[in-house]
Structure formats: structure tokens, C-alpha cells
């Protein structure tokens, strides 16, 4: 419900989805938390990573300090609880998960494919604006932006649709891909691509909010990380989402959400 609250939001003006107009109106100068497409013709704020993208292709002199300030303020803050709460895309990577077919259990496959994204980061988010001046990951690969962006702005503008070519081909097939296999793979995106959830990811562990342990409880039965679907080794490590599903299944109830307070001797103050 947080999730759809969230994707609510994010794309509150709705009349931009039947006359296929992008909303340009001040709040599109602030950053959302989540990845959600700035042309969604709902979306009422900016995708980090499309700000990005733009701020470092926009000028070889001058770094888009705004956007990185607002990146590392939702890292500091809440880490990759912003995937597991904040998110369009995670939304629908759940909804997906939820069709009953057999799934890709986690493995050293899938966690060495985690790995991924830190690539996609830096050379779709990062090299290839400075380099080639233009943002390559939202040209390339963001499944995102071709299903909220591109795919209701043709629905709505026919002359749009006549403009169509292999690019845009492209994009359906990778959100189609990326669909697909989040039918069999939980959050395959979030594991294996996103790069805003790479970002998120380095802050983590030291993140002021989110999913804590507390080590006078803990038996280290190891109970939270081998229930979870996600490619964690310890809870709140750089793969976890901060869903709150290892609360359920801690044994001794060691975990919980809170405010990361260390004591001296490493414990956690709930």
C-alpha cells in the first residue's frame, strides 16, 4: 500500500494521461526519491537519474550538485528502503512476482549478476553523458521510461506515433525482457539493473532509517538472510531492499525497524 501510495504521488496529475501532455509546472524541478520517468504525463516531479544524466551531459564545466545533494540525502537517510517503499518500478516488480509460476531461487548466479548494475551506473548514468552527451541509460535501457513514459505519450498523440522507429523497438523489447523475467525472477531489475538501486545501495549499511538488528537478541541462525529472495549475505547489506519480510521470521524477534543508534558494544537501539 506504501509502495502504491508512493506511485500515486509521484504521478498525481492525471489529466496529463488522457491529453498526452508532460506536466512542466515547479515541482518538476525537485527530484523524486524512486525511479519514475520526468515524461510520464502524470509525473508531477524529476527521476534522479534522468536529472542526472542531464546535469552531466548539459555542461562539461558544471556538475549537478542539486541532484547528487538530493541523492545522497535519500541514500544517508533511508539507503535501498527507497527501493523496497518508494518505487513505481518496484511495485510492479512485486505485482509480478506474484503470478504462481516456478522461480529462479537464488544462487551464485544470480549473486554474481548483482554486480550488473554497478556497471550499468557508471557507464550508462555516468561516462556516456560526459562523453558522448546523452543520457544512455534512459535512451538504452530504462524499461521505466518506456512504460511510463513513452508508451502513454504515443497512446495519447498520434503524430508521435508516426515518429516511431528501431529505437523505440528496442526499449519495448527490453521492458518486455525485463517483464518477463521478473515472472520468474523476484525484482530482477532491482537485483541485476537499476542503477539508482546501485547508488542506494553504498549507503546502506550506514543509512539513518530502515531495518536494524539488534545483536543482544541475535542468535546469527542466519534465518533473515536465507528466507529473503533478494541476493543478501546479512541483513541491511548492500542487496537488501529493507522490505521488513526477515521481521516475520526471526526467531528470537531480533529485527525491526529504526533509528541506527550504536551502543559501544555494536548492539542497536530500537
Known amino acids: 500500500m506504501i509502495q502504491l501510495l508512493a506511485a500515486v504521488l509521484y504521478n498525481c496529475n492525471f489529466k496529463g494521461f488522457a491529453t498526452g501532455h508532460i506536466y512542466k509546472g515547479e515541482s518538476k524541478g525537485v527530484c523524486v526519491p524512486g525511479l519514475n520517468c520526468y ?61 504462481p509460476v516456478k522461480k529462479i531461487k537464488k544462487n551464485r548466479v544470480t549473486a554474481a549478476l548483482t554486480y550488473l548494475k554497478y556497471i550499468i551506473l557508471l557507464v550508462f548514468v555516468v561516462l556516456i553523458p560526459i562523453a558522448l552527451k546523452y543520457p544512455g541509460f534512459c535512451k538504452y535501457i530504462c524499461p521505466a521510461g518506456t512504460l511510463e513514459g513513452g508508451i502513454p505519450l504515443l497512446l495519447a498523440n498520434e503524430s508521435l506515433r ?99 543508534l550504536p551502543e559501544k558494544d555494536g548492539s542497536v537501539i530500537k
Not at 162 to 171: C, E, V
Open 162 to 260: 508516426k515518429m516511431t522507429g528501431f529505437l523505440f523497438s528496442w526499449k519495448c523489447a527490453v521492458l518486455l525482457a525485463v517483464l518477463l523475467l521478473c515472472v520468474f525472477c523476484h525484482r530482477a531489475f532491482c537485483r541485476f539493473l537499476c542503477p539508482l538501486g546501485a547508488f542506494y545501495s553504498l549507503f546502506n549499511p550506514v543509512s539513518f532509517f530502515g531495518i536494524r538488528v539488534d545483536h543482544k537478541k541475535c542468535n546469527g541462525c542466519n534465518a533473515c538472510a536465507h528466507n529473503c529472495k533478494m541476493d543478501v549475505k546479512k541483513v541491511c547489506d548492500r542487496e537488501c531492499i529493507q522490505c521488513g519480510e526477515c521481521i516475520g521470521v526471526c526467531p528470537e524477534k531480533a529485527i525491526c525497524y529504526g533509528i541506527k
Open 39 to 99: 515524461s510520464c504525463p502524470g509525473a508531477v516531479g524529476a527521476c534522479p537519474l534522468g536529472s542526472l544524466q542531464s546535469g552531466l551531459l548539459s555542461s562539461p564545466f558544471r556538475f549537478p550538485m542539486y541532484v547528487l545533494g538530493l541523492l545522497l540525502l535519500f541514500g544517508i537517510l533511508l539507503g535501498r528502503l527507497v527501493c523496497g517503499f518508494l518505487c513505481p518500478f518496484g511495485l510492479l516488480q512485486d505485482l509480478l512476482d506474484k503470478i
